[in-house]
């Protein structure tokens, strides 16, 4: 499903215009990226969870040119699916 294809199914469903579907639909995200990247986690009733993690660097040898790098560490992004979701997913 792409970006404009859920926009529009939500503005059927609650019968909003688009417009005021994108804007909410930003406001929500940039509301998201905002917390997480504070280092907060984003709990979204019936949807999940997300949470920043820290990866520590570590070293690996790239076998080309037969030496040894350093990876740096880095932020990433964890998400973890509510049991409502996880349930209605695998319902048969």
Same mark, same amino acid.
């Given at each position: /499903?792409?970006? =404009?294809?859920?926009?529009e199914k939500v503005s059927r469903k609650t019968n %909003?215009? /688009?417009? =005021? &579907?994108?804007?909410l639909s930003s406001s929500l995200a940039s509301a &998201?990226?905002? @917390? %997480? @990247?504070?280092?907060n986690s984003v709990t979204i009733q019936g949807f999940g969870s997300f949470e920043p993690r820290e990866k520590a660097?570590?070293? %690996?040898?790239n076998p080309t040119t037969k030496t040894y790098l350093v &990876?740096?560490? =880095?932020?990433t992004l964890s998400y973890k699916m509510s049991a409502a979701l996880k349930t209605q997913l695998n319902k048969q």
């Open positions: /499903m792409t970006n =404009k294809e859920f926009l %909003i215009e /688009m417009d =005021k &579907v994108k804007d &998201v990226l905002e @917390a %997480i @990247a504070q280092g660097s570590r070293r %690996i040898y &990876v740096p560490s =880095k932020t």
